[in-house]
């Protein structure tokens, strides 16, 4: 292993956890056949619980477009058409009834574009509670989730990534992917890990 990589950052002060694009149509609805994620939803639920019972902020992603954004549609958009379906208010952007939610210490971000933080005000809302650690879970490992780790690293937050609470369509590309977000991004944890980061806190 090249030594010049894979080096640990650790958490910091103060952490959250993030959950990425869980939304019905990507759990049970329109690109659910494309991959289960039944045992990430447990585990990340079980992360969830971890998080309420030591007052760990929650921030919950989901991608919808309003009539307007999906008539004149971003790049993203034009490159993956089918996301025009993912409409404010419908059935495949409602966050699973799996995962907890609690009102009380959480938040929802839509978001229009891969990264949580791109277009969003993810990067001042955590800083306002000083912030410096991201626990990332959800969907899809080499798409959202590590958009979402890079962009996150760029703006000054330790990222970790849960790799037993994310997952892809395609079985390489989550490898590959947590592979290269250790290497460069941030730190790459299991589940364990990161319940004990969020008991620290």
């Given at each position: ?24 149509a ?8 494309e ?73 929802i ?41 890079v ?36 730190d ?14």
């Amino acid at each position: 292993m090249n030594t010049k990589y894979n080096h640990i950052l650790g958490p910091g002060r103060k952490c959250a956890i993030l959950v990425s694009d869980m939304q019905r149509a990507y759990t049970e609805g329109l690109f659910e056949t494309e991959f289960r994620q039944d045992k990430e939803i447990e585990t990340i639920q079980k992360l969830l619980q971890v998080a309420c019972r030591n007052n760990i902020p929650v921030i919950y992603t989901l991608i919808a477009f309003n009539d307007y954004e999906i008539q004149y549609p971003n790049i993203w958009l034009q490159k993956i058409p089918e996301l025009t379906r993912l409409k404010i208010g419908s059935f495949e952007t409602e966050l699973d009834p799996r995962l907890l939610f609690e009102k009380q210490n959480s938040i929802i971000i839509t978001k229009k574009n891969t990264s949580s933080f791109f277009g969003t005000q993810l990067a001042n809302q955590l800083r306002c509670q000083e912030i410096d650690t991201v626990i990332v879970t959800g969907c899809t490992t080499s798409g959202c989730v590590r958009a979402t780790t890079v962009e996150g690293l760029e703006n000054g937050f330790r990222m970790m990534v849960v790799k037993d609470a994310v997952a892809d369509r395609w079985p390489e590309a989550h490898k590959q992917s947590l592979f290269e977000i250790n290497a460069k991004y941030g730190d790459v944890i299991d589940s364990s890990e990161a319940m004990m980061i969020m008991k620290k806190k």
